[in-house]
């Protein structure tokens, strides 16, 4: 079965941290574009950082540029989001994703470019 697991959400004051994962099972991460999206109540999904398949650099949206990180261990066929200092306003479910073409060069930050989806996490940043 081709499933993507994410993990690491909860509840967290603001100012504190959280890692996220991404996990496959089934299929591979290794050489693929991956991607997290959030998705809070009321808004569109939008995409918070994505990782190349191919060697370019790592994406991030403004509103988390220098308080998250994307990083990928091949060996562990796992994909993590750091996210430091974080804020309410970071309240959302987190999505991971993979881009079903490989060794793309640069990674999208658009949803509709990515193909396997995994159920979500949910984040929460209050006090």
């Known amino acids: 079965q081709l499933q993507l697991v994410e993990s690491g959400g909860g509840l967290v004051q603001p100012g504190g941290s959280l890692r996220l994962s991404c996990a496959a099972s089934?299929?591979?991460?290794?050489?693929?574009?991956i991607g997290w999206f959030r998705q809070a109540p009321g808004k569109e999904r939008e995409g918070v950082a994505c990782?190349?398949?191919?060697?370019?650099?790592?994406n991030y949206a403004d509103s988390v540029k220098g308080r998250f990180t994307i990083s990928r261990d091949n060996a562990e066929n796992t994909v993590y989001l750091q996210m430091n200092s974080l804020k309410p306003e970071d309240t959302a479910v987190y999505y991971c994703?993979?881009?079903?073409?490989?060794?793309?060069?640069?990674?999208?930050?658009?949803?509709?470019?990515?193909?396997?989806w995994g159920q979500g996490t949910q984040v929460t940043v209050s006090s």
């Open positions: 990782i190349s398949g191919g060697g370019g650099g790592p």
């Open positions: 089934g299929l591979t991460l290794n050489y693929y574009s």
């Open positions: 994703a993979r881009r079903d073409v490989r060794f793309h060069y640069m990674c999208a930050m658009t949803s509709h470019d990515y193909d396997s």
